[in-house]
């Protein structure tokens, strides 16, 4: 009869570890789901940051772009150098034509050659 109390004793001992087993998977398996649930939540919230931060800096890049575009007005130029820096256009008897260089014919062999910024040579 002991036999017999020892095998449904361990029976009763294998069916609770199955079901601490099984409780103990279900358990992790939520466990899982909820940290998966929340780095999701987290990761949409650092979007949104990132995203509130781009519209932020498009605004501005785009006020910057509108103040360029007005500093650079040839107007408002034309009268920081008059007012403010007493700048005026030359007289004409202040404009002197410098002749040009001559060049040497190895150096300058094709037409058209450039010389410096914006000259061209003729072919002599």
């Given at each position: 009869?002991?036999?017999?109390?020892?095998?449904?004793?361990?029976?009763?001992?294998?069916?609770?570890?199955?079901?601490?087993?099984?409780?103990l998977g279900?358990?992790?398996?939520?466990?899982?789901?909820?940290?998966?649930?929340?780095?999701?939540?987290?990761?949409?919230?650092?979007?949104?940051?990132?995203?509130?931060?781009?519209?932020?800096?498009?605004?501005?890049?785009?006020h910057?772009?509108?103040?360029i575009g007005?500093l650079?007005?040839?107007?408002?130029?034309?009268?920081?150098?008059?007012?403010?820096?007493?700048?005026?256009?030359p007289?004409p008897?202040?404009?002197?034509?410098?002749?040009?260089?001559?060049?040497?014919?190895?150096?300058?062999?094709?037409?058209?050659?450039?010389?410096?910024?914006?000259?061209?040579?003729?072919n002599?």
């Amino acid at each position: 009869m002991s036999t017999m109390v020892e095998s449904s004793d361990g029976r009763r001992r294998l069916g609770m570890g199955l079901i601490a087993l099984i409780v103990l998977g279900l358990t992790l398996g939520a466990t899982a789901h909820v940290a998966v649930h929340a780095k999701r939540i987290e990761v949409a919230i650092a979007l949104g940051n990132e995203e509130r931060i781009f519209r932020e800096l498009t605004e501005e890049r785009r006020h910057l772009e509108i103040e360029i575009g007005m500093l650079k007005d040839p107007a408002r130029v034309i009268a920081i150098a008059r007012d403010r820096l007493s700048m005026h256009p030359p007289a004409p008897s202040d404009i002197r034509a410098l002749p040009q260089p001559r060049a040497s014919r190895s150096s300058n062999s094709d037409a058209g050659q450039r010389t410096g910024p914006g000259q061209r040579t003729a072919n002599p």
